[in-house]
């Protein structure tokens, strides 16, 4: 490993990497901004030179990659890892959330870069999920360690899969997606490369908690977003065109402000193969 030139956005969570050039990185340097990445959870390079095809090759060093999305189609067919959001095509993020989490094996990672940006607006939000479980009272680390809850990728993606991929979405974890059904995930999960626990419920897939009142996971939940998204938990990016982010997916949760009008943005985003998320012991 080579040492790499961080600098934090926060005591814990959040750094920018100086100095280094995504193009050309050795080895090693990919192996030091793999581990920089569980570390400090989100990064962010300036000025880089990615294209689609050096964007995916990047992420073919640090890991696996996914399809673009289990059902939203690569951005063209060379490009069949590279998910885009364009506000042109309804493409927004405006709602917390962790990529792909309405999935068996939800991504390990993202990695995203702005291709074209509106003239001000548009940033994005991470939050520190392990900081925010760690910052919970521990009464209620100990209730939410019991819970599970089901997240649901219909609601936000079964009109896409139903009407413009015909029923057809994409090959996820050596299946083709022909229907979302709802997956269970711990509420908290173990972190498996650290053992650090993180809220992993969110706003944007979860849809209730299993085995309680509707009220009572209404109220739960509500706590825990409350309480995961408090500025403390959050870093936040202002774009220029050559940034790139790298998340932790198993750590984070994100937000995409949507305050540009009508305004174009685009962002181009691969992502890494992950694991089964994992519960604390019972
Ligand atoms: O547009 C952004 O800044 C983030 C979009 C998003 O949620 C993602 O790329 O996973
Ligand atoms: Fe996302």
């Known amino acids: 490993m080579t040492d790499l030139e961080l600098e934090p956005l926060g005591p814990a969570f959040g750094s920018i990497v100086h100095g280094l050039d995504l193009l050309t ?32 090759d990047l992420g073919r060093r640090i890991g696996e990659l996914t399809a673009s999305h289990p059902v939203v189609g690569g951005v063209d067919a060379a490009h069949p890892e590279v998910y ?14 962790t990529d792909v989490t309405f999935m068996k094996r939800p991504p390990l990672g993202s990695i995203l870069r702005s291709v074209v940006l509106p003239p001000s607006g548009g940033d994005t939000n991470w939050a520190d999920s392990q900081l925010a479980y760690d910052s919970l009272a521990a009464p209620v680390q100990r209730l939410a360690d019991q819970l599970t809850a089901v997240h649901d990728g219909a609601r936000e993606f079964g009109y896409y899969l139903a009407q413009r991929r015909g029923g057809q979405g994409n090959e996820w974890d050596g299946e083709v997606v022909t229907r979302l059904d709802p997956v269970e995930h711990p509420v908290v999960r173990v972190h498996p490369e650290t053992g650090r626990k993180g809220i992993f419920v969110n706003p944007g897939f979860t849809s209730h908690i299993v085995g309680v009142s509707d009220f009572e996971s209404r109220a739960i939940l509500d706590l825990l977003y409350a309480h995961l998204t408090k500025p403390e938990h ?19 949760a994100h937000y995409a402000n949507r305050d540009y009008g009508t305004d174009r943005r685009v962002m181009h985003r691969i992502t890494l193969r992950g694991d089964i998320p994992a519960g604390p012991p019972n």
Not at 234 to 252: E, F, M, P, Q, Y
């Open 25 to 56: 990185a050795s080895d090693d340097e990919v192996v030091s901004l793999r581990a920089a990445l569980v570390d400090r959870k989100v990064l962010f390079l300036r000025d880089q030179k990615l294209d689609d095809d050096a964007q995916v």
């Open 84 to 97: 885009a959001l364009d506000s042109t095509d309804n493409g927004f993020a405006d709602v917390w959330h």
């Open 234 to 252: 959050i870093v936040r990016h202002r774009w220029k065109l050559g940034d790139v982010a790298l998340w932790d997916n198993r750590s984070t």
